[in-house]
């Protein structure tokens, strides 16, 4: 999916009346099939600009227009097409805590199912292969059958990621997909991911406090801060100077210092239900 952004302004999903946007002045485009990773410390609005992008979060002023059309002002059932062909994987999927890892995985199909076939699904999954498949991307073929609630938050993060790969999406939004993850899994998940979107011609922008993994995976890089895009350039060009400035006064993010989670067994997240 090709995405244009003119002059954008947005605000926080929390934010209170009068509070500054979470997002001011961005214009840019995403061409089809790009990939690009979006760094910049904490605060910066680097999820609130993938909610944006996902039709899930209204422009405060400017313009947004994805595959040429302007979302927000379009009928109610074309803006249900349009957010049918992405998909926004949020940093804690809002994965049900009994459900098996294999009906987790296929509601990144729902989008392209009637309403009986996903009932279905929930009892009898529909294309266990394509789960299977899409796990062992990323090194889960062993949790096809386990319940959620018996997962790391690592894996659960990972299982985020295998919903994008059997969704019938041209867009893939992904929010810090390696949060959870030790070093070692989290340079092979972002290699799978970067891996199969270039194989579909799949548009991909994640955001990473990574900054040495998506400097490695990918080859455009937008730095956001306070809001604002810093630069845009392809990571050959990101040097350590612009990341200094990124991420002054914020220096332990940039050197990984910054607490993450570990990838052990953990509470289950809470259910979050979105209507579409």
Same mark, same amino acid.
């Given at each position: 999916m090709k995405i244009s952004l003119q002059d954008l302004a947005?605000?926080?999903?929390?934010a209170r009346r009068g509070a500054a946007n979470a997002l001011a002045g961005l214009t840019l485009d995403i061409a089809e099939g790009e990939q690009l990773a979006v760094i910049g410390p904490s605060g910066a609005g680097k999820t609130t600009l993938l909610e944006v992008l996902a039709c899930a979060r209204p422009l405060a002023s400017g313009g947004l227009q994805v595959d040429g059309a302007a979302p927000w002002s379009l009928p109610r059932r074309a803006l249900q097409r349009l957010r049918g062909q992405l998909i926004l994987v949020p940093?804690?999927?809002?994965?049900?805590?009994?459900? $098996?890892? &294999? @009906?987790? !995985?296929?509601?990144?199909?729902?989008?392209?199912?009637?309403?009986?076939?996903?009932?279905?699904?929930?009892?009898y999954p529909m294309d266990i292969p394509a789960a299977d498949?899409?796990?062992?991307?990323?090194?889960?073929g062993d949790k096809l059958f386990e319940r959620v609630d018996?997962?790391?938050g690592g894996e659960r993060q990972r299982v985020g990621l295998a919903r994008a790969l059997v969704a019938p999406a041209r867009l893939w939004l992904v929010d810090e997909p390696l949060s959870a993850l030790d070093p070692a899994r989290a340079q092979r998940a972002i290699a799978a991911l970067v891996r199969?979107?270039?194989? $579909?011609? &799949? @548009?991909? !922008?994640?955001?990473?406090?990574?900054?040495?993994?998506?400097l490695a995976n990918f080859p455009r890089i937008l730095g956001l801060r306070e809001g604002r895009l810093?630069?845009?350039l392809p990571s050959a060009q990101v040097t350590?100077?612009?990341?200094?400035?990124?991420?002054?006064?914020?220096?332990?993010?940039?050197?990984g210092a910054a607490p993450v989670p570990a990838d052990e067994p953990m509470p289950a997240p809470p259910v979050v239900m979105q209507c579409r």
């Open positions: 947005a605000r926080h999903a929390t940093q804690v999927p809002p994965l049900p805590p009994r459900q $098996r890892v &294999v @009906t987790a !995985v296929l509601a990144g199909r729902l989008p392209s199912w009637s309403l009986w076939t996903a009932l279905r699904s929930l009892f498949a899409a796990l062992q991307s990323f090194e889960l018996r997962l790391s199969e979107a270039g194989a $579909r011609g &799949v @548009t991909l !922008v994640a955001t990473l406090h990574q900054v040495d993994a998506a810093m630069f845009d350590p100077e612009l990341l200094a400035r990124l991420y002054a006064q914020h220096e332990d993010e940039l050197h």
